[in-house]
């Protein structure tokens, strides 16, 4: 069974920075794209970027475009999310999320995290 | 960017009774479109992708019909687990992956 478990959320003031971490369990990690989705509260889903199998290629919403990077570590099944110049609208539960299908960029999210919540607040 | 209009916001049904879910898209999107379904304190769950293809463990009375611009989540008869929020998402064209503002399936 694939478990994808999500940490480094939490309270940080507007211009702050966070980093987020993912670790997966009960898959090929390195065989995978990787994705990062965001919903804020009462909100629905928002894919924020995506990361290759490999780590070569990453991919981002034009809302976190240049403050957020995704990377990997697939020696350590991690996937990292570092959040800079942080917004008050960044704040949302963010989701780790594992597409179906290896080797591909078919983006259907089968397995999701349970989230960490980042709020950005003074 | 691809925007997916989902209809109606709320869908007030009783157990036992058909859901039909709309989903359009600005563009068309092939067949690209995916449903998952979102349960309060819960993370997504895939159950359709590629329009019309079931995920793994997803149970037959889901199915999901259209191309294009224009698709359908339909659940047959309703399970009390069944009462939502329905979300579409695209994968046609990106970034960024779009998904729509849901549907709440909620209990009549």
């Known amino acids: 069974e694939v478990q994808l478990l999500e940490s480094g959320g939490g309270l940080v003031q507007p211009g702050g920075s966070l980093r987020l971490s993912c670790v997966a369990s009960?898959?090929?990690?390195?065989?995978?794209?990787m994705n990062w989705v965001r919903q804020a509260p009462g909100k629905g889903p928002e894919w924020v970027s995506g990361?290759?199998?490999?780590?070569?290629?990453?991919y981002y919403a034009d809302s976190v475009k240049g403050r957020f990077t995704i990377s990997r570590d697939n020696s350590k099944n991690t996937l990292y999310l570092q959040m800079n110049s942080l917004r008050a609208e960044d704040t949302a539960l963010y989701y780790c999320?594992?597409?179906?299908?290896?080797?591909?960029?078919?983006?259907?999210?089968?397995?999701w995290g349970q989230g960490t919540l980042v709020t950005v607040s003074s | 960017e691809i925007v997916l209009t989902q209809s109606p916001a709320t869908l007030s049904l009783s157990p036992g009774e058909r859901a039909t879910l709309s989903c359009r898209a600005s563009?068309?999107?092939?067949?690209?479109l995916a449903w998952y379904q979102q349960k309060p304190g819960q993370a997504p769950r895939l159950l359709i992708y590629?329009?019309?293809n079931r995920a793994t463990g997803i149970p037959a009375r889901f199915s999901g019909s259209g191309s294009g611009t224009d698709f359908t989540l339909t659940i047959s008869s309703l399970e009390p687990e069944d009462f939502a929020v329905y979300y579409c998402q695209q994968r046609v064209i990106w970034p960024p992956l779009t998904f729509g503002g849901g549907t709440r399936v909620e209990i009549k």
């Open positions: 999320a594992k597409i179906l299908a290896a080797g591909t960029l078919d983006m259907n999210f089968d397995s």
């Open positions: 009960g898959v090929t990690f390195s065989s995978y794209v």
């Open positions: 990361i290759s199998d490999s780590g070569a290629s990453t």
């Open positions: 563009q068309s999107v092939s067949s690209y």
């Open positions: 590629d329009a019309s």
